[in-house]
């Protein structure tokens, strides 16, 4: 069992820019691929970013390619979503996503993790 923990949400002018942690605890941080989701009202939950287990790889929805820079520092047991030029669109419940550790599919559906947190509140102003 993996627990994931988010934070670094908040309010923020169009244009700022946030960091979002998630901090994981329970199994081996390193043999988990990680991944970021949003859902905003009335919407689809959403991919935005992932990351495999050593950081060697990353993906990145095209909507945040370019603004947003996932990363993870395994000693930490943490993996973060820094976001840059904030649009209005960007505004959602931001998840944190940690895959099963023995699969080896795709990282951009919900249906390819098995872990989530509680999500933390991003909302962009224009």
């Known amino acids: 069992q993996v627990q994931l923990v988010e934070s670094g949400g908040g309010l923020v002018q169009a244009g700022g820019s946030l960091r979002l942690s998630c901090a994981a605890s329970?199994?081996?941080?390193?043999?988990?691929?990680m991944g970021w989701f949003r859902q905003a009202p009335g919407k689809e939950r959403e991919f935005v970013a992932a990351?495999?287990?050593?950081?060697?790889?990353?993906y990145y929805a095209d909507s945040v390619k370019g603004r947003f820079t996932i990363s993870r520092d395994n000693a930490k047991n943490t993996v973060y979503l820094q976001m840059n030029s904030l649009k209005p669109d960007d505004t959602a419940v931001y998840y944190c996503?940690?895959?099963?550790?023995?699969?080896?599919?795709?990282?951009?559906?919900?249906?390819?993790?098995?872990?989530w947190g509680q999500g933390t509140q991003v909302a962009v102003s224009s």
């Open positions: 329970g199994r081996t941080f390193s043999n988990y691929a």
């Open positions: 990351i495999s287990r050593r950081g060697y790889r990353t």
């Open positions: 996503a940690a895959q099963s550790d023995s699969y080896s599919g795709t990282y951009y559906t919900t249906r390819d993790y098995v872990y």
